[in-house]
């Protein structure tokens, strides 16, 4: 079996495998994460380094003894702190940070009774120095405080500078030390300055997916409303129509029957819209893609809720041609908000569906024209149905529009999509293709 203190470095709490098995997240978690692999990968490093010189050190030491039992407790506070801090997934513990370091003072305080004046800077007989380095590391980690970091930076350069200087000879020696002991805020600043930046970076990316979080919530209550605005717009034609005191009582029923179809697709909406709202946040459409719909039922659909109006279809040229279920709909849906605008405004007792389909370009066009009293396009702005419920809509499915109208000469309004943008195996052929 695995020692604990193996597995726990193998796996942290999140589940995170540090073993160049998987990346750490970019988060402030990965930040602390990998802040912990900083530090214990120094200290770590140094003791196996000890452990390839140990038989030599062992064999210089004037007391082995005391040599093995402060190496021996060093190395078990050691794997405690990093079983510790393994599985906390951070090193931010203010208490273990001044324990590791009353730990390491305790170390340069012993090592003079087991190393003799020869081995203060060219043996690993005194390892404190060098193994004491982690501690300065894990101080710039683990203290939130500058003036935390820097009082355990100094007892360290303090410790280490009364006992080598103690017993090194004068010049090179005590020279050695000296430099030796600016070590320890050299390593602490690289340190602190590296894993402040990290987490800095961190607390920034989290800023940014938040923002993009709530962007996309937003997104979603904007696409909901529009929904909900694209449902009522047919709904409030009908009404008015309704509500007008001189309504034809042939008109009438034909409203009533569409006040029906209309009245059923909301309540279809209202049981629905849960669902709806959470597929619109997590970015799923909630259709089959695969799902296809020919375009004449698509067309025959949205001309049987306007049996009032004298609608003539042309669609054969566009027998066979196919949409994908989202923008069938669509379809539907602005043919039918272009007859509830023939109904309301154009005075028009003609109006004529026409479809056609051309492979050699590639493309399918849809008109739906009328010879009623028309606009000026120029003169007069779209409304929410032509403007949203139509151009906009459409757009969001690579369909274009295209109004015509000129004042007392109808109005002409055409869409148009590209036959590739449904699966050419699901279209049957029809008289414009060739074989």
């Known amino acids: 079996m695995r020692p604990r203190a193996i597995r726990a470095i193998r796996s942290t709490a999140t589940g995170q495998r540090w073993l160049g098995r998987a990346s750490l997240p970019t988060t402030p ?22 452990a390839v010189t140990l ?3 062992l064999g210089h030491t004037a007391r082995p003894v005391l040599f093995t039992a402060v190496l021996t407790g060093f190395a078990a506070e050691s794997v405690l702190i990093a079983v510790v801090t393994v599985r906390a997934g951070r090193y931010r513990d203010r208490r273990w940070g ?7 003072v305790l170390v340069l305080l012993a090592q003079p009774a087991f190393t003799t004046a020869e081995d203060i800077t060219g043996d690993w007989t005194a390892w404190g120095f060098a193994c004491t380095l982690s501690t300065a590391v894990g101080a710039s980690i683990v ?39 600016f070590a320890y805020p050299g390593f602490a600043l690289l340190s602190r300055l590296l894993v402040g930046y990290l987490r800095r ?3 920034d990316a989290d800023a940014a997916r938040m923002a993009a979080a709530q962007a996309a919530a937003e997104a979603a209550r904007m696409r909901e409303v529009q929904r909900q605005r694209l449902l009522l717009h047919d709904n409030i034609s009908v009404l008015h129509m309704l509500a007008r005191p001189d309504l034809p009582e042939e008109l009438g029923e034909a409203l009533k029957a569409q006040a029906v179809v209309l009245a059923n697709r909301v309540r279809t909406f209202l049981d629905d819209a849960a669902d709806r709202i959470g597929a619109d946040a997590t970015g799923r459409i909630g259709w ?3 799902r296809q719909r020919p375009l004449t ?10 049996p009032d109006l004298r609608v003539e279809t042309s669609l054969d040229l566009a027998a066979g041609v196919t949409l994908p279920e989202p923008a069938a709909e669509a379809l539907r849906d602005a043919v039918g908000t272009v007859l509830s605008n023939v109904r309301l405004h154009a005075c028009a007792s003609r109006v004529v569906v026409h479809a056609d389909a051309d492979p050699d370009e590639d493309e399918w ?20 149905g032509l403007r949203v419920q139509v151009e906009q809509t459409l757009a969001a499915h690579g369909i274009s529009t295209h109004v015509h109208s000129v004042p007392g000469d109808g109005t002409r309004v055409t869409v148009r999509g590209c036959l590739t943008a449904v699966d050419p195996a699901s279209r049957s052929p029809h008289p414009g293709d060739r074989p």
Do not use: H, K
């Open 288 to 290: 089959d893609g695969a």
């Open 98 to 104: 001044w324990a590791d370091t009353a730990v390491a």
């Open 201 to 203: 970076l961190a607390a």
């Open 297 to 306: 039922a698509i067309v025959r659909d949205a001309v049987a809720a306007y």
């Open 143 to 181: 203290f939130a405080r500058r003036r935390e970091v820097g009082f355990a930076v100094a007892i360290l350069m303090i410790c280490y500078l009364a006992t080598a200087l103690s017993g090194a000879q004068p010049g090179s020696t005590r020279a050695t030390v000296l430099g030796n002991a």
């Open 55 to 57: 038989p030599s050190a």
């Open 29 to 50: 978690a990965g930040v602390e994460q990998s802040a912990v692999m900083v530090f214990l990968g120094v200290r770590f490093v140094n003791l196996l380094q000890l």
């Open 365 to 384: 066009e849809l008109t739906v024209t009328d010879d009623g009293r028309g606009f000026d396009p120029a003169a007069t702005p779209y409304g929410f």
